[in-house]
């Protein structure tokens, strides 16, 4: 096998991987991963609006906004305007919301960072400049993506 297709066997197995671990939250949560990454946001910071969750999870406002019309939908998420600005609307977990985060799987990023930050340094930023040119390489280097990907949503993606 020569050293591209080798490559290319590696990005499909972590894509497969981040595949099988997307169907597993959703089967026993009920949710995306983006979703689970929304929920834990707001369960950390009660009261946050979609702009700080989309700050903070490096997601455009749009799509947390698409993200959380479906949470609230499923009743995991309420929306409360403030009584004093009107502008702001807060976010906070309903039971429903904190049941789904409970039952949710461990997340595959969780035993990865576990991994490398046991890498020393000089390692970490090997593997950083090597996925950041393999990403340069497939012209992927400006689309926005979270640190947690959920397949399905690549899939209904427009084209």
Do not use: Y
Request: charged letters at 30%; zero cysteines; hydrophobic letters at 45%.
């Amino acid at each position: 096998m020569q050293n591209h297709e080798q490559l290319f066997v590696s990005i499909r197995k972590i894509i497969r991987a981040i595949d099988i671990r997307s169907r597993k939250l959703g089967k026993e949560a009920g949710i995306t991963g983006p979703q689970l990454m929304v929920l834990q946001e707001i369960l950390q910071r009660d009261g946050i609006t979609a702009r700080e969750v989309a700050s903070r999870i490096n997601l455009s406002q749009a799509t947390v906004t698409n993200i959380l019309d479906r949470l609230e939908i499923k009743l995991f998420v309420e929306r409360k305007r403030s009584d004093i600005d009107k502008r702001r609307v807060a976010l906070h977990l309903t039971e429903d919301g904190k049941t789904a985060l409970s039952n949710a799987p461990q997340a595959i990023e969780e035993q990865f960072v576990e991994r490398f930050s046991a890498l020393k340094d000089w390692e970490q930023l090997q593997l950083m400049a090597a996925v950041e040119k393999i990403a340069d390489m497939m012209d992927a280097s400006d689309i926005e993506a979270a640190p947690v990907l959920n397949i399905g949503e690549l899939e209904s993606a427009p084209k």
